[in-house]
């Protein structure tokens, strides 16, 4: 019995991969329940390349190019390494304004106080509100509504 439950377990973390590969997805945490106090839990992961998000860089290089024909970019180029930038905290789907149809929560040439709430981030159905971690004016929105954040991803500059 323990090895066609084996096998059936194996089976079952190959269709998550899959379901992983087919729906670009990074990561997906499961638990499989067979009865009561037999449970298995899986997490199946993947590290992908993230694209740009900003509509400005999606003219740069391809990203699949070979590392030694890439020309190394300037720091300045790196929106996540200007000041007042804000990174994402976690993974997830950002959305720009509280519900559909709302204004967003923040323009460019805003100014926001810190702590004012600049974004959500929906990770694992839970909607994380991002604080402005400074005030100052928005300069630059760098992703958009619906988009994919990886942990780093620059959002936004602040100044």
Same mark, same amino acid.
């Given at each position: 019995?323990?090895?066609?439950?084996?096998?059936?377990?194996?089976?079952? *973390?190959k269709a998550l991969s899959e379901l992983l590969r087919a729906n670009?997805?990074?990561? *997906?945490?499961?638990r499989r329940e067979y009865g009561e106090n037999d449970t298995i839990d899986v997490r199946v992961g993947r590290s992908v390349q993230a694209a740009p998000v900003a509509p400005v860089m999606a003219a740069a290089a391809p990203i699949a190019a070979a590392p030694v024909a890439a020309p190394v970019a300037a720091p300045s180029d790196d929106p996540a390494t200007l000041p007042g930038a804000v990174t994402?905290?976690?993974?997830?789907? *950002?959305y720009l304004s509280?519900?559909?149809?709302?204004?967003?929560?923040?323009?460019?040439?805003d100014k926001v106080s810190e702590g004012d709430t600049i974004l959500i981030i929906e990770a694992m159905k839970t909607m994380n509100q991002i604080p402005a971690p400074a005030s100052g004016t928005v300069k630059r929105i760098l992703v958009e509504d619906g988009g994919a954040a990886e942990f780093g991803t620059p959002l936004m500059i602040i100044e």
């Open positions: 019995m323990g090895t066609k439950k084996l096998d059936s377990d194996v089976e079952f *973390i670009d997805l990074t990561e *997906i945490e499961v994402s905290p976690m993974v997830g789907t *950002i509280a519900e559909p149809g709302k204004p967003a929560f923040v323009s460019v040439g």
